[in-house]
């Protein structure tokens, strides 16, 4: 059979987000090619219900093991043949086994690493959304899917523009350099002073992209871009000196791809993640996403700028934890992922994301990430450092 003609089943973790939104956007497209097989939540069981009704998956999964008996409940009374799951060990036998052959694993932080980790020893074709993944054991992700066969593609915009650059996700010996390109967030332009009063509300309104509360933070913080880079240390095998940023405010061109013979290769497309989403689905055939191509002439002008360290001190904090290698990028992701949920619950200020996150840094020296039991142990250590300094300010206040 050839990849067109094969149907694929295909599990959606994170069904619930904005990503997996889009997922199942670019899935009901295809009826003949795709179906849904696995649908994952967190918590919203009604609004996993609903996608069940939609989409009738043969599985879903409450990640809160305490939900199970709504979820339950919930498929029988709406006449559902789909089989009720709970708990993150459900979630990791479903992506290892014969439910579904492609997992999009679109789960937000590390509560996303394990499931992520057995589809890709399971060999399975790997929609990678769940970036901390790869920062906190990219090493680890990327050596188990070689063995196993899994294709790991990228559904980052800048990385998979730059799977779709090199066509493939082996940057070999003819690439000089990669440049990843960031809107600059909702704060580009501003300097350090200007963002001390920042709050929520303003940090998560982004001006490209629909995305999550975390992920929004990350991107006003330029965190989410330091993050990238690491994943793209990861997926394509280049040091950090190969690796660049440009602000590129249009979000039109995704990320850059510099030859050894002077020749860039860049991907452009409107800021719309059903783009990235039908790469992984069709590859190596092109599908149809949903979204219109690019009309450079409504768009006008495409600007760049360098990223400005200083006002954005996370992008420099996440190049020295690449640096540094080993258990460091695990403590920054940890670090900041604490930072962050306590910003967005009003706790400490957004200069504080970055002071916390080079508290930790500074607290637990880089030590070597020879298993996932290591790296979950820093993982757990620059959580404890970080809310232990959360509320020690807190009670100083």
């Keep these: 059979m ?3 003609s094969t149907l694929q089943r295909v599990a959606v973790f994170g069904a619930t987000g904005s990503i997996g939104a889009s997922a199942l956007d670019v ?4 009826p003949q090619r795709l179906r849904v097989a696995v649908l994952a939540a967190g918590s919203q069981v009604e609004a996993l219900l609903d996608l069940c009704q939609r989409h009738r998956p043969r599985h879903a999964v ?16 709406r006449g559902l043949e789909t089989e009720a799951h709970a708990g993150m060990a459900a979630l990791d036998a479903l992506a290892a086994g014969d439910a579904c052959d492609t997992v999009v694993a679109a789960i937000v932080g590390a509560a996303g690493l394990s499931s992520t980790l057995s589809a890709a020893r399971a060999g399975k074709r790997l929609l990678l959304a769940n970036k901390e993944s790869l920062v906190l054991a990219g090493e680890l992700m990327t050596r188990a899917a070689d063995a196993a066969g899994a294709d790991i593609i990228p559904i980052d915009s800048e990385h998979n523009a730059i799977f779709q650059c090199l066509r493939s996700r082996q940057a070999k010996g003819d690439v000089r350099r990669i440049v990843l390109t960031a809107s600059g967030g909702p704060f580009r332009g501003r300097r350090r002073t200007e963002l001390a009063d920042v709050t929520p509300a303003q940090a998560v309104a982004h001006p490209k992209w629909s995305m999550g509360p975390k992920i929004s933070v990350d991107s006003a913080t330029l965190m989410n871009k330091g993050l990238e880079l690491i994943e793209a240390h990861h997926l394509f095998g280049l040091s950090g000196d190969r690796l660049g940023v440009l602000v590129h405010p249009q979000s039109l061109v995704h990320s850059l791809v510099e030859f050894v013979d002077g020749s860039t290769l860049a991907q452009l497309g409107l800021p719309d993640m059903r783009t990235a989403l039908a790469v992984g689905l069709g590859w190596p055939d092109r599908i149809d996403s949903g979204v219109a191509g690019l009309d450079l002439l409504t768009q006008g002008r495409l600007d760049f700028e360098a990223p400005d360290m200083d006002a954005f001190p996370c992008l420099r904090l996440a190049c020295g934890a690449l640096d540094a290698g080993g258990t460091a990028p695990a403590i920054l992701n940890a670090a900041n992922e604490v930072a962050v949920s306590a910003f967005l619950q009003g706790k400490i200020r957004f200069l504080s994301i970055p002071a916390l996150v080079e508290e930790a840094l500074a607290a637990l020296p880089a030590a070597p990430a020879d298993s996932l039991e290591a790296l979950l142990e820093a993982d757990a250590r620059a959580r404890r450092i970080t809310e232990t300094t959360i509320a020690g300010h807190a009670a100083r206040a």
């Excluded at 899935?27 to 295809?30: D, G, L, M, Q």
């Excluded at 809160?64 to 919930?74: H, M, Q, S």
């Design 2 to 4: 050839t990849a067109s």
């Design 27 to 30: 899935i009901a497209r295809h």
């Design 62 to 77: 409450i990640a809160r093991e305490d939900l199970f008996p709504a979820l339950r409940d919930g498929l029988r009374e």
